[in-house]
């Protein structure tokens, strides 16, 4: 499921091998993955939720 949606890099990613980064994808919930293990576990988050956890960090 995760792999046919659309995914954002994290804006703060340099593109380097060696950067830590996370991707989400935002289609009626939020998921969020790593960047580098785009096949591994998968985080899921209401949009609700994850509107309010980018408010509070931003």
């Not at 046919?4 to 091998?17: A, C, E, H, P, V």
């Not at 293990?37 to 988050?45: K, Q, S, W």
Request: some cysteine; aromatic content about 10%; glycine content about 4%.
């Amino acid at each position: 499921m995760s792999h046919q949606r659309n995914w954002r890099k994290s804006s703060y990613s340099n593109d380097t091998i060696e950067s830590a980064c996370v991707e989400v994808s935002l289609a009626g919930d939020a998921l969020v993955r790593d960047s580098k293990a785009t096949r591994g576990e998968v985080l899921a988050f209401s949009f609700d939720s994850w509107r309010a956890f980018v408010k509070d960090v931003a």
